[in-house]
């Protein structure tokens, strides 16, 4: 049948009779009404948008652009990239430059002052007096005035709190325009609080896992996804429809910050991990297209692989903005996108959505020769990613590129690598004319609008509104797909129920169980079954500031609650007293570096990055650096041989030596939490057995040392023999460093990991280390 898209089909129901007339069920759900279609979308609106119900072919569907008809991008029987190209074709300049934005950080409720801040009808959040769900003056404007439609959410206050923003988000959003709904996202936000003691049936909060290496030590990609799919149904209880995750760069560089965030070393242990994330989060059970209600677009990064920056030094910073291959190991990097983030097994297919990372990546553009950042070089997003590999997803640049930068050092600066010369309509025009759609924290539509008057001075504005409206089709197809168009619409009660349910509390804990490597157990000291007495040693942790330049002050406390581990042992201050110590750490605190002191002592202010606790000399570096270059900078040589660096908490180093000490020969258990590989030649010899984690509750930890759950996890990444083999490799290479050799003879390499019988052998290894 064709279908009829003007009010005349109204008629349709109204000549039958009345018990034909529709089928359709509306329900006042308190500030939104639900429809109810028989055999077709659920969907919601607010009564206060201005959005009126149509009724065609007995069937009811919302007016969104108030037209009194129905269009095809309102009709949902029509398939996503139909009604998103119907729309676009609908869509001004200035809305399509408004879906090109993706917002900075935003925090429920606002903060009152510093990062994260915002005004409510002109005044600070105060609490008691402000409605935390409320929108913020800066919120309203940017949907209305600069038609932003993606938003990315930071903390939350409650659950409950989060729908009902989201709520006011979207019947705003409803009133305005096509109705275009917000796409709201999240970095990851499923990691665990060490303290917190599990408990199925806390509820509220939302469930907790291991970080992404801990996820890649179980080497399951079945356990991945089923993170995923519960990851998704939390995500979509708090109204996220997108993931900007999973993180598959393949971590290389040993000593990079943004480690912690990747599934290891091994590009295919990588692909799978991705693979199934983006399986788990984008796929909706029971669907024709695998997209639906229970969708979480995935966007996968970053391309085309960040992980190699030049002596460790990460690019959110200008110090690190140099991402280097002296191994010639490009192709290895896109590994993780090709065979996995981009070929899924399930419906959806591929990623929806990919982001580039800051970085230059030295001579890789072996076309036009620039060495700028990703997502201003055109091989890598126009000849690659879209040509050579057909990706045909979003393009979202990572946050804030297209700023002024201003520094070196800090986190908090434009992000404009390469292209430091050009304007910012400029900057935005490279990119887009790159074939990026989405530029990551912008709020303002300005420079995407002055960039499309660039275009069309130079090509005519067929071409530009062409190249606009192809950006649009990509972006609008992601709302689409999850379903919001329909109903974007929370119930608060419902959401406090799914967040942190029992079901989900437990597998994000059992997933931590077997997420903690074994490496050392010298004369079988775990498990300790009896209630034996420990001795756990108090640790300093030296003051701090954030990348945020928020100050913690210098603290010595437990390292874990006390109360907890006296449900499985004694606990004794006196060692003495103890049949065995237990000593809690964290791996080696790195630098970013850069040190201006070194500038003013006449240096160039690079420093090594340590991976180890005492001090280090980096006297096997490279004598200069392979990349190099900035307007704030004189000399393009970033190398730093013979210099020397300090580690903040060395003390967790003397911790070990000073409590093996005392026990006098007593079995040490070392538990460390690690988000680097590490040097542990400085304290293995001094413990009796070792564990490594990637991020879990305390409780996870006592179950395995009590003999309670047996550890079967991995290293997904290799641990270095000393600082002289991290100098040596190359930062593009896996698995090319001399790993460690404990006393008990065995290497901490890719793969390594013990249970009680001893050293772990089976099939995972070989599968995953080519």
Known sequence: ????????????????????????????????????????????????????????????????????????????????????????????????????????????????????????????????????????????????????????????????????????????????????????????????????????????????????????????????QKFGEIAATEYRALGITTALSPQVDIATEPRWARFNGTFGESPLLSAAMGQAYCDGFQTTKNSLTGWGAGSVNAMVKHWPGGGSGEGGRDAHYGSGKYAVYPGNNFNAHLIPFLQGAFKLKGKTQTASAVMPYYTISWNQDTKNKENVGNSYNKYLINDLLRTKYKYDGVVCTDWGITGEHKVLDQFLDGRSWGVENLSEVDRHYKILMNGVDQFGGNNDA????????????????????????????????????????????????????????????????????????????????????????????????????????????????????????????????????????????QNPAATIGYNKDDLKAGGNGYFPISLQYGDYTATEAREKSIAGGDPLEKSNDRGYKNKSTKTANIADAQLVAETKAKMKGKPMIVSIFTSNPMIFSEIEKDASAILVNFGVQDQALFEIISGKTEPSALLPMQMPANMITVEKQAEDVPYDMIPHKDSEGNKYDFGFGMNWKGVIHDGRVTKFKK
């Not at 979207?170 to 796409?183: D, H, K, L, R, T």
């Not at 599990?198 to 079945?222: C, H, K, Q, V």
């Not at 609008?449 to 062409?466: L, Q, S, W």
């Not at 609650?561 to 103890?578: R, W």
């Open 446 to 585: 300005k420079p995407i609008i002055e960039a499309y008057k660039k275009g069309v001075a130079e090509f005519g504005e067929a071409k530009m509104r062409a190249r606009m409206e192809q950006s649009a089709v990509r972006l609008l197809k992601n709302i689409f797909r999850v379903g919001v168009f329909e109903n974007p619409y929370l119930n608060p009660d419902e959401t406090q129920s799914i967040v942190g349910k029992p079901a989900f509390m437990k597998a994000g804990y059992e997933a931590q169980l077997k997420s903690v490597v074994l490496l050392k157990n010298q004369k079988q000291t775990l498990p300790i079954t009896s209630k034996k007495t420990v001795y756990v040693p108090k640790r300093f942790t030296p003051a701090s500031r954030n990348f945020l330049g928020v100050e913690t002050p210098a603290s010595t406390d437990y390292p874990v609650s006390v109360d907890l581990v006296k449900k499985y042992y004694n606990v004794t201050d006196n060692a003495d007293e103890a049949d065995f110590a237990l000593v809690f750490i």
């Open 1 to 224: 049948m064709k279908i009829t898209y003007f009010v005349s089909a109204l008629m349709l129901c109204a000549s039958m009779s009345v018990s034909a007339q529709k089928k359709w069920d509306e329900t006042p759900k308190g500030t939104f009404n639900l429809i109810k279609n028989q055999g077709g979308q659920t969907l919601g609106y607010s009564p206060t948008s201005g959005v009126k119900i149509l009724t065609v072919n007995c069937l009811a569907f919302k007016d969104l652009n108030k037209n009194g008809k129905l269009d095809k991008f309102e009709d949902w029987r029509l398939p996503a990239d139909q009604r998103a190209k119907d729309l676009s074709s609908k869509l001004s300049v200035e809305e399509i430059a408004g879906l090109m934005l993706y917002s900075a950080h935003q925090s429920i409720p606002a903060r009152a002052g510093g990062y994260f801040a915002g005004t409510y009808n002109g005044k600070p959040f105060k609490a008691g007096e402000t409605d935390p769900s409320d929108l913020t003056d800066q919120q309203k404007k940017f949907l209305k005035e600069d038609n932003l439609r993606h938003v990315l959410i930071t903390t939350v206050q409650t659950p409950a709190i989060a729908a009902q923003w989201n709520n006011k988000l979207q019947a705003f959003c409803e009133s305005v325009g096509f109705g275009i709904p917000a796409n709201n996202s999240t970095d990851p936000r499923h990691g665990t609080r060490a303290k917190a003691e599990y408990d199925a049936a806390s509820g509220g909060e939302i469930s907790m896992w291991p970080n992404s290496l801990g996820m890649a030590a179980t080497f399951d990609p079945t356990l991945v």
